[in-house]
């Protein structure tokens, strides 16, 4: 069993700046792909990053600004958000998935954490 705990969320204005912890922890190791969705108001859940086995991956909405990036034990995910837009309102999870499947693009990670509210006003 995994457990997983975002913090970072909060309100800022357009243009700001936030960083977004999920800590893990149980049975994880670097071996599971982590990464992070988001869910507007109104909207489907979306990918926003996920790194696999070193290999980092970005919706094209947030390419050039934010940074996902892991911790050196990999069990300490952050998502580094600048240039907010209001677009990116939403809350923002946290998932992992374990080998092999190794999935954290399409939404079917095994485990996820309780999410951490960014909103961003204009």
């Known amino acids: 069993q995994v457990q997983l705990v975002e913090s970072g969320g909060g309100s800022v204005q357009a243009g700001g700046s936030l960083r977004l912890s999920c800590a893990a922890s149980?049975?994880?190791?670097?071996?599971?792909?982590m990464g992070w969705f988001r869910q507007g108001p109104g909207k489907e859940r979306e990918r926003v990053a996920h790194?696999?086995?070193?290999?980092?991956y970005y919706v094209d909405s947030v390419k050039g600004r934010f940074t996902i990036s892991q911790d050196n034990s990999k069990v300490t995910l952050y998502l580094q958000m600048n240039s907010l837009e209001p677009e990116d309102t939403a809350m923002y999870f946290c998932?992992?998935?374990?080998?092999?499947?190794?999935?954290?693009?399409?939404?079917?990670?095994?485990?996820w954490g309780q999410g951490t509210q960014v909103t961003v006003s204009s």
């Open positions: 998932a992992t998935d374990p080998p092999p499947r190794r999935d954290c693009y399409s939404g079917r990670s095994r485990y």
């Open positions: 790194i696999n086995r070193g290999n980092i």
């Open positions: 149980g049975f994880i190791d670097s071996n599971y792909c």
